[in-house]
């Protein structure tokens, strides 16, 4: 059985401040919740403080993306020691954010992936595709090429600290939800292709989640999918009150 991950990527909100107020307010109810894993994902500049607030609780820390290297004349970067130093146990890669506004490719999306696991950091890979390629009868073909390429190189053994993030363009920050059998049907297709690539052990235990303007309203029906192990949450993770709403709809 797949244990579900809620994670709260706050993208480029939240001063310190905020991001301490918020992590508390979470706090309150989840800071013992066993049955899920709770992950928050707050900008690199919040990120030592929502650590500290969240210490000693079963509530994880994530960071919204990583450097594929070591150290050195990388500027504006922040590698895997940097996170770890801060007790981040997860990392956001490849958001369709950073696909398309910084044009990260598949390949140093790779990078990151390996390097993270390599470093005992869980990725989060987001896959997903854009309305007109889901209009085309595209999606498939697209979510397949980002799986395989992002995941080349990642042992059938690893995928137990693998995430994959379905996020359909369309549906991020848009109000636009897929149907709960839409996102279950790509789902289904991810879990099968892992399978071809490494294996059903594998595909058995790697997470799926599915994000893109999922709220309390709709994460029950989502949740409920057979492929469905979580959920990455963007708007609705920015308030206490429906992010604790869309765990609890994870128990
Ligand atoms: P929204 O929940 O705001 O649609 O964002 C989803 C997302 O991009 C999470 O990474």
């Not at 990260?104 to 869980?122: F, Q, S, T």
């Amino acid at each position: 059985m797949r244990k579900k991950i809620i994670a709260g990527n706050w993208k480029m909100n939240k001063t310190i401040e905020e991001a301490v107020e918020l992590a508390a307010a979470i706090k309150r109810d989840l800071a013992d919740c066993k049955a899920v894993d709770v992950v928050l994902c707050p900008p690199f500049t919040a990120i030592k403080s929502v650590s500290d607030v969240v210490s000693e609780t079963l509530i994880n820390v994530g960071a919204q993306n990583m450097s594929s290297e070591e150290e050195g004349a990388y500027t504006g970067e922040i590698s895997h020691n940097m996170l770890k130093e801060l007790f981040v146990r997860y990392v956001i890669l490849g958001h369709s954010e950073r696909r398309e506004y910084y044009k990260e490719n598949d390949y140093w999306i790779n990078r990151k992936v390996l390097k993270a696991l390599e470093k005992k950091l869980r990725p989060i890979l987001c896959v997903g595709e854009k309305l007109e390629q889901r209009e085309a009868g595209e999606t498939e073909k697209v979510v397949e090429v980002q799986i395989r390429e992002g995941l080349k190189g990642v042992p059938a053994e690893a995928y137990a600290d693998v995430v994959i993030a379905y996020e359909p363009v369309w549906a991020i920050g848009t109000g636009k939800t897929a149907t709960a059998e839409q996102a279950q049907e790509v789902h289904a297709f991810i879990r099968g292709l892992v399978r071809e690539m490494v294996g059903d052990q594998a595909a058995q235990t790697v997470r799926i989640q599915y994000g893109g303007s999922m709220k309390p309203g709709n994460a029950p029906e989502l949740l409920a999918q057979p492929d469905i192990d979580g959920g990455l949450i963007g708007g609705a993770a920015l308030e206490a009150s429906s992010f604790v709403g869309i765990v609890k709809a994870a128990l």
